[in-house]
């Protein structure tokens, strides 16, 4: 029997694209799309290239009622905004609904830096406790058997895949770790504003948000200090780039010690990775086009020296909408209810 999917919120960018995923996995249909809007739309009117892709009773949004989801469904994803999501999972989890809650209201473990982080009191610190970092690469076990999955941010995805297995290693140091990241304005949400507006950022790049204090960068820090066994310190700048979808980092570390060697970070890659489906080491530099509209994260690395300095550079690169949102949002399901872990991906 599939699993059952129903997925609250799904009028924003990563609900149309879990829809499109969940429309070719093998072993899953979306049964029930919930909307909190008074006046409950029809999916297809708000993405017409959603039109005859759902019956027509699924394609009707009903009302955020996690008992009549619970009977509907066997999993429900959150594509809500972060503050309004904790609303919910405890009332979907305790109707016997598994949750996939791709905010970030439960992706930092520490309460009260997530209340520093997001200007808001957490009102569900009991389910926060049991969450699970969606992470496939560092937690699979842990999601294998999970209730609440917090599928991690966009940027966090991208960093954590390319420095993780270099600090597990003990190759670069856990200090001064500095990101410079791009994102696609997908990343921003459908909800308009003038920085996304066309007339504004059509052939435009830019910085943006508080330098060094972006609220990804706790949860990026937090990550790494799994990933490492050491607390990390990271300098991170967002960019936004004048395209709809994909994220590229370059990231900056210092050797743990003097006579490392370029092929010793390639193979602690490849360790790490070469049994991973979604993550792919290169040779040659990444490219936000060779992972566009697919799950895949392309790691490189290299080791740059200078008489006055040895620098390791990571270049890590993702789609932000697929890998860093619904895609891996999919993953987790899919290790939570036993399919394939590509199902649906590839």
Excluded: W
């Excluded at 129903?6 to 924003?12: D, E, K, L, S, Y």
């Excluded at 297809?44 to 290239?49: A, K, N, R, V, Y």
């Excluded at 690469?137 to 999955?149: C, D, M, P, S, T």
């Excluded at 395209?243 to 743990?256: F, H, K, M, N, V």
Aim: net charge negative; charged share 20%.
């Amino acid at each position: 029997m599939n699993t059952r999917v129903a997925i609250v919120g799904p009028t924003g960018y990563t609900g149309l694209c879990l829809i499109q995923l969940l429309a070719k996995h093998p072993g899953a249909d979306v049964t029930y799309l919930a909307s909190a809007r008074e006046e409950l739309p029809n999916i297809s009117d708000i993405f017409p290239q959603l039109l005859d892709r759902l019956p027509a009773d699924v394609d009707r949004c009903k009302p955020i009622d996690p008992a009549r989801m619970a009977a509907e469904a066997d999993v429900a994803f959150l594509a809500l905004p972060h503050k309004v999501a904790m609303e919910y999972v405890g009332p979907l989890l305790d109707a016997g609904l598994k949750v996939v809650d791709l905010s970030a209201d439960y992706r930092i473990s520490d309460v009260d830096l997530y209340e520093k982080t997001y200007a808001t009191p957490h009102c569900d610190v009991e389910n926060l406790k049991h969450a699970v970092y969606g992470l496939p690469e560092l937690n699979r076990n842990k999601i294998a058997g999970a209730h609440l999955v917090a599928n991690p941010g966009c940027y966090p995805t991208a960093a954590a895949l390319g420095i993780g297995p270099l600090l597990a290693k003990g190759l670069v140091e856990s200090y001064d770790i500095m990101i410079n990241a791009a994102s696609g304005v997908t990343g921003a949400g459908r909800t308009p504003k003038l920085m996304t507006h066309f007339p504004e950022h059509n052939e435009n790049y830019c910085a943006y948000g508080a330098i060094g204090g972006h609220r990804h960068q706790p949860e990026i820090e937090q990550t790494l200090a799994i990933m490492g066994g050491q607390d990390s310190s990271v300098l991170f700048v967002p960019h936004l780039l004048p395209l709809s979808q994909g994220i590229l980092e370059t990231i900056y570390l210092e050797p743990a010690a003097d006579d490392i060697e370029e092929s010793e970070l390639f193979e602690a890659l490849h360790e790490a990775y070469d049994d991973e489906p979604f993550v792919r080491v290169r040779k040659d530099l990444p490219n936000v086009k060779y992972v566009a509209n697919t799950n895949y994260c392309d790691v490189t690395v290299r080791m740059v020296k200078r008489e006055s300095f040895t620098r390791i550079v990571v270049i890590s690169a993702i789609d932000n909408m697929i890998k860093g949102a619904s895609g891996q949002a999919i993953q987790n399901m899919n290790i939570m209810f036993g399919h394939a872990e590509d199902a649906g991906l590839l």
